[in-house]
């Protein structure tokens, strides 16, 4: 395969290993080696279809919930995916653990995941940093809001506003240049996980409790009898669905949801009562991140010498100046966070704002090995500059900017907001809008779900009825559409 226009050529993480034969077309292999996969089985009281964080996490905590409780065994669930561990957006995120979200129900669903995180934080690669979120003056309301909601629901974070919420910047990062800074929150609980190693984890544990891991099977369709589905489909074979089925394929839920029925658009009522009529169902919007080597003696640790909290920064009013003085945006938005295992040495990865493409997206090759959705050549410039623009320490750390393939694809929804709801009488939907390698709990609350048969309260916010009934989400005061 050629490299990009950016000359990015390293198949991140494997060098230049070979690419999978599949039908003569190339696909982004797990990110972890696959042992021990099952057949695929003629029938299963269980399906989970998709490797991902969603999928894995669901199979392993139904598995476990059925041997716990003893109302089944571990083996009664079977997990497919067409490659393995992480060959989606799972396993090529940034990583960030974090719950600045202005969508308040997401709170309670974070809280949950941290607690999944922090049961295993050594094999689930979980690093309990913290979070700092900034802004300025427009968002102190946001962020007044989203404070009081995230301490309501058990999510403990800090507020600081004004002067207080520059010293609170210095304190951590003494070179950091609160220039119009004015409002901070720190988050106790986020953090990040190196993505492999969450793939790693989650895989072994699927495969502690028994789960039927059937992977390099690629499912191909389903069977519907009235609402209910009743085979899957795959290249190897049908697998019969005893109970239930859960759907987790990331960004290629969109072809998911259309084999079980669902339309391409949607009418969807609005809190005012505005009705936005045949909105598409889905939207690919393709994600602009990127690494950089941290030069020697430079570090990214705060003024106590800890790892650093993972770092947002929305300056809605600020612009980005480039080296040659011009102006690369009229705005900041930037995450980024230490991540030593991803870069291979001391380093950074990071964002901005991802870049809405439509209801259409090239599904194959995904992730790295896509030419057509890498960063933006412009995305190094812009990177580095922000970098420099907020720290003394990272000033002219645009010639340590890693060259090498990045970026990947989501499906978000027609609010951006996640999909956690049934879309046929037995087959339940996990559609995170591209929010969620940090929503790892969202799969306990599933387990939850399909082991008693009560829909969790934290789930009951994201169902679909919410288009039709007028509680649709949305409303923000951001440029990102991750609200
Ligand atoms: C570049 C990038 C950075 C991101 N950074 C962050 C971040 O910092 N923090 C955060 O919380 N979120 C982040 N996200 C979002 C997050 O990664 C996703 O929301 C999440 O990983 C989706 O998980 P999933 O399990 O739904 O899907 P995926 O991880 O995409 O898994 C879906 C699986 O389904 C399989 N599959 C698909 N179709 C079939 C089929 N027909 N048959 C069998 N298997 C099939 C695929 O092979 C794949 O393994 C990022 C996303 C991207 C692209």
Redesign the pocket.
């Known amino acids: 395969m050629a490299g990009s226009e950016t000359g990015h050529n390293q198949y991140y993480p494997f060098g230049d290993r070979p690419l999978p034969v599949g039908n003569g077309t190339a696909v982004n292999p797990p990110v972890v080696p696959v042992f021990d996969a099952a057949p695929l089985p003629e029938a299963a009281r269980f399906v989970v279809?998709?490797?991902?964080?969603?999928?894995m996490s669901t199979a392993w905590h139904l598995a476990m919930a059925l041997e716990k409780s003893g109302k089944g065994r571990g083996s009664d669930v079977v997990l497919?995916?067409?490659?393995g561990p992480?060959?989606?957006?799972?396993?090529?995120?940034?990583?960030?653990?974090r719950n600045l979200y202005m969508t308040e129900p997401l709170h309670a669903i974070l809280r949950e995941s941290v607690k999944v995180w922090e049961s295993d934080p050594v094999n689930l690669g979980f690093q309990q940093v913290g979070y700092i979120s900034v802004g300025e003056a427009n968002q102190e309301e946001d962020y007044i809001r989203l404070h009081k909601s995230q301490n309501d629901q058990g999510y403990p974070s800090d507020l600081y506003v004004g002067a207080e919420a520059r010293a609170k910047l210095k304190s951590v990062w003494p070179d950091f240049k609160t220039g119009s800074c004015d409002v901070v929150l720190h988050e106790k609980p986020s953090g990040y996980a190196g993505t492999h190693m969450a793939c790693w984890g989650l895989d072994q544990k699927c495969h502690q409790w028994g789960v039927r891991r059937v992977y390099g099977?690629?499912?191909?369709g389903y069977d519907k009898t009235g609402g209910t589905v009743t085979a899957v489909h795959t290249d190897a074979g049908s697998v019969r669905v005893g109970e239930a089925l859960v759907v987790?394929?990331?960004?290629?839920m969109p072809l998911?949801y259309q084999w079980l029925g669902g339309g391409d658009t949607l009418d969807v009522t609005y809190p005012d009562g505005h009705v936005e009529k045949a909105m598409d169902m889905w939207t690919y919007w393709r994600?602009l991140?990127g690494e950089v080597y941290l030069p020697e003696g430079v570090d990214f640790r705060t003024a106590d010498g800890r790892d650093s909290p993972v770092l947002h920064v929305e300056l809605m009013n600020t612009p980005v100046i480039g080296d040659d003085g011009k102006e690369l945006q009229d705005h900041v938005y930037w995450y980024t966070r230490y991540a030593a295992e991803r870069v291979g040495a001391p380093g950074l990865q990071g964002?901005t704002i991802p870049v809405k493409m439509g209801p259409k997206a090239a599904l194959e090759p995904y992730g790295h090995l896509n030419d057509a959705y890498q960063a933006d050549p412009w995305f190094a410039d812009y990177y580095c500059a922000v970098a420099g623009q907020l720290f003394g320490r990272f000033e002219g750390l645009r010639s340590h900017y890693k060259e090498r393939r990045n970026?990947?694809?989501?499906a978000f929804t027609p609010d951006n907001v996640p999909i956690f709801d049934w879309v046929a009488d037995n087959a339940f939907m996990?559609a995170?809008s591209?929010?969620?390698?940090?929503?790892i709990g969202v799969g306990r609350l599933v387990a939850d779900l399909l082991s008693t048969g009560d829909m969790p309260e934290e789930l009951q916010p994201f169902a679909f009825k919410r288009y039709g009934e007028g509680w649709t989400y949305g409303d923000r005061n951001s440029n990102c559409p991750w609200v």
């Open positions: 279809v998709g490797a991902g964080v969603h999928g497919i995916d067409k490659q992480g060959a989606g957006a799972t396993g090529l995120a940034c990583g960030c653990v099977r690629e499912v191909t987790a394929t990331g960004a290629w998911h994600l991140e964002g970026g990947g694809i989501g996990t995170d591209n929010h969620g390698f940090k929503m």
